[in-house]
Structures are given as C-alpha cells and as structure tokens.
C-alpha cells in the first residue's frame, strides 16, 4: 500500500517562501507519521529536516500539524488517513526553522518564567533530612495529572491567544505551575502568583479548551489554567484585603 | 569559529548530565557550567525508562543484599567496590530526588511505594507509576533551572574532545540551527551521553541513542570496557522494538508461549509460581538475559507466534484488571493501544525480545574519571564497572543518580584546581578537525551513509545478537571493518548550514561504527558464555572462569584493527559462585549467609 504525503518544505538558504512537496510513502497497519519521515529522510530525500527521538510519545520532539491539526508524528498512523490524504506542516504559531522544524526557544523560556520546580516548605534548603516527605495517594492525585507534560508544545499551537500575542505564557507553562503549586510539598506559590495574576498569565486565556483536545498525554492543561484563574482570583482579592503575607 | 571557556562541560542532557550539573553547581556555586546536548534535555533518552529506580529501602533489606543481587546479576564481572559504593548511596539519591518534587508513587500512609524487579531478592523498585524515567528527567531538568550558573547549549552537537598532553581541554561542538563550529574550552569535562542501542535493528532506544561519547573518548585512547555485553530486554513490541515495562512482570504479568504455556520454567526459572503472586527471582521475575535467551530457545523450538513478519511469545496482564492496569501501568497499555492494537485488560501483548542497554562502555575508575586527565564519564555512556555482563533492571536509573553526583563533584574539584589549556593548540586542533568536515561537505560522490548504516545495524543483528558463534562474529568484524573502509569515502547530499540533520546522522554512524568494532572484538575474544553474552561454539558455552573473569578492553588504533586487552575484575567482597534462580538456587551457594 501506497499514500502520498504532502510537506510544507522551507529552505532558508534556498528561497525565503515555503514550498510544498508530495513523496510516495508505502506504509502497512504500523506505519506512522515519523516512520514515513524517516522513510522520506532515507529513501528519497536527505534534505528533509525534522525532530524525532523516541519513536514512543514520551519525548515530546515530533510535534507537527497534520491536515491543520497539532499532533505527535510518531504515534499517529499511515492507515487513518488514506482517505483524506495527508499534510504535515511545521507546528502553528512558532517561528519556522527550517522545514518542520520550529524555534521552542519562547515556549522553554515561559516555562522557566514559573519557577517550575519545588521551593522546600525550609528557609534554608540545606537543612534537609535524608528521608522523603510524606505524601499521600489523595495528595498525589491532586497534581500528578499535571505532571505528564511532556513539553511537546502542541497545546501552544492549537492555543489562539498564543497564536496572537507570543508573550503569553501559555497552556504548558501554567499547567506545570498549577502543578507545582498543588504539590503539599511546595510551598512556592506566592512567588509564582505575580507571574500568573499578570497580564501575559492565566486571564489572558479565553478559554477555547483546544489545548486539552490536542494534548497526547491527556494532560488537560485547560482545567490547569482555569483553577489556575481561581487561584489567581482568590490571591488577587487577598492581597487586596491586605490579606497575603 | 566562536570560543567560550567553561570551568566544566557536560556533554549529554540527559539524567546523569543533568545530575551532574545540579552536583558541580551545589558544590562550587562559582563555577560557570556548560550543558551541551545535541536535543533539548527533556527530549533525552532517560525519559523513556518505565519501571523504577532501586535503592534498599524495607527493613528486611539489606545493602548485602543489593550487593548480591547485582552481582550476581552481572555474572560476577562487576566492579565489587564500585557496587557496595552505587548500594550504599542508591537511597539518599532516590531521596534527594523526592525532594526536588519527583512523583514516587506512595502507599496509602503517604510513605513511599516499592515494587518487585527481575533478579532482585527483595523489592527496592521506587516508581512513578510506569513512567518513571520521564519524572525523573523532567524533575532534573526542572531543577537545574534553579542554577543559573548552569548555562544550557541545546542542540549543540559535539564532534569531538580537545585533549592536550592526556589532560582534557575542551570539546568542538557545532551549533545545530546554525551550522557553526564552537570551540568550547573547559578544565573538566564530563560525557553523559547514553548507551549505543541504535546500533542494533531492532531496539528499545531513541534515534538519538547512537554512542557519540563513546566514540570520542575511545578515539582518544581511552578504553572501552565490556562492550561484547549488549543487554536485550526480553518484552519489546514487534514491529517497532518499544519497550513494554519489566514492571509489568513485577506486578505480576505472565510470559506465555505459543501454546499458552509459561515456558520460563523449563529454562531453570522455575517452579512455576501461581498467577497473581510474582516471587522474586523466579520465573517471569528472572533477570534479562535469561529471559531473552529463554525467547530464542522458544523461537528455535518452534513454540513462538506471529505479529506481522515477527516472531513473539505473549505477556498477559488480564488478570490485573482495568483499574490496576490504569493505576500501575497506564503508559504501557497506552503504548499497547496505540502500537499494536491491543488493549492488554483484554488480550496478551505480543512481545520479543529487543536491544535495550550497552553495559558496557567508556572506562573510568571508582570515582567516574577515565584515562584522561578531567574527562569524566556517567550513566550508560560509562563503564563504572556496575552492571558487568547483565544490569538489573532499575538498577540503571539509580546509577544516573549516584555516579552523575560524583562525576559533577569530582569534576568541579578538577575545574577548582586547573587552569585553561592554551588557546593556540586547541585552535590547531579545531582547524584539523574543520578541515575534515570541509572535505565531507565538498564530496559530491561516494558511498551513501544509509546504506552503511543498513548494513551495520544487520550485520550487528546476524553476529551480536543473543546468542552467538565464532563464524557469525568472525563475518560480522569483518563486514565492520570493511564498512569503516567505506566510511572514508562516505558523502551527503545536504549542503546546508541550518539544521542539516542529514549532517549529523552521517556522523552518528561514523561514531556507530567504531563503536561497533569494539563490541564485535569484544565478543570474538571471550570464548565463553556469561551474562549478556551466549556462545553456541563448542568449549565456549558455559562461563569460563579461569580464563575469563576479566573485563575485556578494546582499545582504538585508526584505521587499523583494534586492540584488546584484558583486565582483572574485583571480586573482593562476593567469590564468584553459581548464578542460578528459581529453585535451582537454593541449591547454589551463591547467596549463603544473605539477610
């Protein structure tokens, strides 16, 4: 079996227009999207750039749009689009590298920009016994959903408001902060709250819900930002009242 | 050609690189650190580690009793001392690691969860739930954002290590979205670059996973060690070798046949235990190597099924139910699911065996250091001497842990101590190395690095692969060394600076075959079987400890063949014994006097 798989290609050094290509892919049940790049890369044209690793959905590097829709590469398949056909373009809303090859530097940057790590319940973090923290299964639950992120990105090219104004921080950026910030071993979330109360944060989202729809890991980075809105209300409204140490 | 300095480089982003970093941070905050990976951290092959990380954790356990495990594990070619030290300080990190907010799945008392794994005697297996690489690497990443001091060079390519007089002084690196050459001076450098599984058709690994480090440092003289030792995991899909979770064994998944028959009683594995209660060390709770080698017994015999064009037995999950399913081993299921079609709270997955870890690789002492002045070595990329002829199943996330902190320790101690090299012979050095890279872009014509590539990996399947003769490994060394022949002449079609991924998958194979060499000349010379390493010849079937409790290592020669000498191996706190699981061990005296 055979399908035509159709690339938006863009050659820096070549031409400052992107351009489309079509190659013949054979495929079976098992062929996926990156199999076919590979495929394309080996077989029938070397200059054909994009990102891979894993081959498992884990990694997060093969981020693409495939008929207009944010998707991982290597766990979509040949077989379900025999009928539409196929287009893979470089993911929306990032600038393009190089075929489909974006630039991630905005979206690492708003994920640094939450402090996304745990910030011990400790003033001095060097006083630290040798055991673990207590935590419960119930207290787990709470954020470990929020936790699969694997920064693919997608949700950042199916996010409009992302797609009109760069600067905001983002669907995976506030999730992973809403992560850490329900974490009971954190005790981080005032000083995560300016970044989110701002202008760039979580009440620049309009709540389109397409992130969650997209996300592979089934994440949800939607109902992240929106208790992320709650939360931020609730701090916004305390340090009004004077309220907030 | 841009220069920077750094006081330390590390090369590779992934658990050990990034452990290492956080480590020489917290050690000298004054030091300026340089992370160069050829991907984004995240994207590094730690994140796909699934079932756990081991550290002596429940009172009935025992360092000891680590200790035998994995020695015994590694067919008694481990570095004994270099194993008491990983036993000794496997919890602290595993703690270390709960305190920079990793998910460990807990018991209902909020304690923490530990979880059987093959060829343990006691369950030690920290998790989070199957996913554990991905928290760890993500927990580590997002850490090291806390030190600004650790200056992150994403999709930085290195191409090789700067050395001066035997001293480490640096590595060139280029710039993937601009094609630039970097020379990057350092006073220490420490290679995390991972394991060699590409090398092998069909593998568990990502494409990323291609033993760039080992190369490097085995191109400056140091030595590989015990690279004959490729470790198959014995649950891989068919079709595209993704790994299905020992884990699922440890929470109480069946390996059956053909026929329906747990077969891994009849490879001494047995007696069979009842469904839904997994003992440790027997049957599916086996270490790797005898459960990959208990597949390719099944497959000559005739008793295995099919999937598509493979051959595979069947791992059933069924009796674990949904919800366990879903609670312990959702990425697996999920994987399953999307892979092969199968929902495995309904039907077994079809699986085979398919290569996993190098346990071998770049030599280095007790303290992570390698032949080179300051050049440093960690993870699966080194040979620390822990995993001998087989690793144990998380035991390997654990050594990211323990010796990525005493590699970034040793190496900010170095960096303390040193100055620069100077500029001019490094500069020397790049523009030779600059000149090689002008001759590969201007060759228009030559052998075509795919089909080396193709080659390679088949031929590494025909001659390496579990179980072994001297005429397949004989053919094998000899189709490598003609493909590094070949290799001198190899050329691309991509001329382009930005991005030019075609570029470095052409010197991924050029790394890969070198490596290959090693590990082919590693497995010609041990005529005997142990661990990893399965002989059919005549005389070499068995373990040979006479003539063969030595660690094997290769030494690079250029375009000549390679070297190979032996080395003495410690055995000073375990004599080598029996290895037997199952029943059979009990009559085996290996583990007399354990508790």
């Known amino acids: ?245 | 050609m841009q220069q920077s300095d750094f006081d330390i480089l590390v090369v590779g982003g992934g658990g050990a690189g990034l452990r290492a970093s956080i480590a020489a941070a917290e050690k000298s905050p004054h030091l300026k650190i340089g992370l160069v990976s050829k991907v984004y951290p995240m994207r590094s092959h730690t994140v796909a580690a699934e079932g756990g990380a081991a550290a002596v954790t429940l009172e009935k356990d025992s360092f000891q009793a680590h200790l035998e495990d994995t020695v015994m594990g590694s067919d008694w070619l481990a570095e004994q001392k270099v194993v008491d030290y990983f036993v000794r300080h496997a919890y602290q990190e595993l703690v270390q690691m709960e305190h920079w907010g990793c998910p460990w799945s807990r018991k209902e008392d909020g304690s923490i969860q530990v979880r059987r794994f093959g060829g343990m005697k006691v369950e030690r297996t920290w998790f989070a739930a199957d996913k554990t690489g991905f928290h760890m690497l993500h927990t580590l990443y997002q850490t090291s954002l806390k030190f600004p001091q650790i200056q992150r060079l994403d999709e930085f390519f290195v191409l090789d290590l700067l050395v001066l007089d035997n001293a480490i002084a640096g590595v060139i690196a280029i710039e993937v979205a601009t094609g630039e050459l970097h020379l990057l001076r350092a006073k220490s450098v420490i290679l995390a670059t991972g394991g060699a599984g590409r090398l092998f058709r069909f593998n568990t690994n990502g494409g990323i996973v291609t033993g760039d480090g080992m190369a490097m440092a085995y191109r400056h003289g140091v030595a590989l060690r015990d690279m004959e030792f490729v470790q198959y995991h014995p649950t891989g899909l068919p079709g595209s070798g993704i790994l299905i979770t020992e884990a699922s064994r440890g929470e109480g998944g069946i390996m059956v046949n053909k026929d329906g028959y747990r077969y891994l009683q009849d490879y001494g594995l047995g007696p069979e235990t009842p469904l839904g209660k997994p003992e440790n060390k027997y049957m599916e709770l086996g270490p790797r190597d005898k459960l990959s080698q208990a597949f390719w017994q099944e497959q000559q015999a005739g008793r295995t099924g099919k999937y598509g064009d493979s051959d595979v037995v069947y791992l059933d999950l069924r009796h674990l139910g949904e919800k366990y399913l879903q609670e312990r081993l959702p990425f697996i299921s999920e994987l399953a699911k999307a892979f092969v079609n199968i929902d495995p709270a309904r039907e077994p997955i079809p699986v085979r065996p398919a290569v996993h870890y190098t346990m071998g690789g770049i030599m280095t002492d007790a303290q992570c250091e390698t032949s080179i002045k300051g050049l440093y070595a960690a993870g699966e990329c080194a040979s620390v001497g822990l995993h001998g002829a087989n690793r144990l199943g998380s035991n390997s996330l654990t050594e990211l842990l323990v010796f990525g902190r005493l590699a970034g320790e040793q190496a900010a101690e170095n960096a303390s101590n040193q100055d620069f090299a100077a500029m001019p012979a490094l500069q020397e050095q790049s523009s030779k190395l600059q000149q090689q890279l002008a001759a590969l872009n201007e060759r228009t014509s030559g052998e075509s690095w795919v089909e080396i590539k193709k080659e390679l990996l088949i031929t590494m399947e025909e001659g390496c692969g579990i179980y072994r003769t001297e005429a397949g490994m004989q053919k094998t060394l000899q189709t490598i060394r003609e493909l590094r022949k070949r290799y001198q002449t190899v050329h691309i079609q991509d001329k382009s600076k930005i991005y030019n991924t075609e570029f470095f998958m052409c010197l991924e194979v050029g790394f890969g075959l070198d490596i290959a060499e090693a590990t082919c000349l590693g497995a010609l010379e041990r005529r005997e079987s142990r661990g990893a390493h399965q002989r059919l010849d005549e005389g070499c079937t068995s373990r040979n400890d006479q003539d063969f409790l030595s660690h094997s290592l290769v030494y690079f020669q250029g375009q000549e063949a390679a070297r190979l000498e032996w080395q003495e191996v410690d055995t000073s706190i375990l004599p080598p014994a029996e290895r037997a699981y199952g029943d059979a061990a009990k009559s085996g005296d290996a583990t007399k006097g354990a508790k």
């Open chain 1, 1 to 245: 079996m055979e399908l035509e798989v159709t690339i938006q290609r863009y050659l820096p050094e070549q031409s400052s227009e992107p351009f489309k290509q079509s190659y013949t892919v054979p495929y079976d049940t098992s062929t996926s999207v990156l199999d076919a790049l590979t495929y394309i890369k080996e077989e029938l044209d070397p200059t054909l750039s994009y990102r891979w690793s894993c081959r498992m959905a884990i990694c997060g590097s093969c981020g693409i749009m495939l008929n207009g829709k944010p998707m991982l590469g290597c766990n979509v398949f040949l077989r379900d689009y025999v009928k539409t056909g196929m287009l893979l373009e470089p993911m929306a809303h990032f600038p393009v590298e190089r075929d489909l090859i974006i630039d991630m530097e905005s979206f690492l940057t708003h994920l640094e920009a939450v402090k996304p790590y745990l910030i011990s319940k400790d003033s001095k973090e060097s006083v630290q016994t040798f055991e673990p923290n207590n935590q419960t299964p119930q207290q787990l639950d709470k954020y470990q959903q929020f936790s699969s992120c694997i920064n693919c990105g997608l949700c950042y090219s199916a996010c409009p408001q992302f797609g009109l104004n760069p600067e905001f921080i983002g669907p995976a950026a506030l999730t992973l902060a809403h992560r850490y910030n329900l974490d009971n071993r954190d005790a981080g979330q005032a000083e995560r709250m300016p970044m989110i109360n701002s202008e760039e944060g979580a009440w620049s989202c309009t709540f389109v819900g397409y992130c969650s729809e997209v996300c592979p890991k089934s994440v949800d980075p939607a109902a992240a930002v929106n208790q992320s809105k709650v939360t931020s209300a609730t701090d916004l409204l305390m340090s009004l009242l004077g309220g907030r140490s």
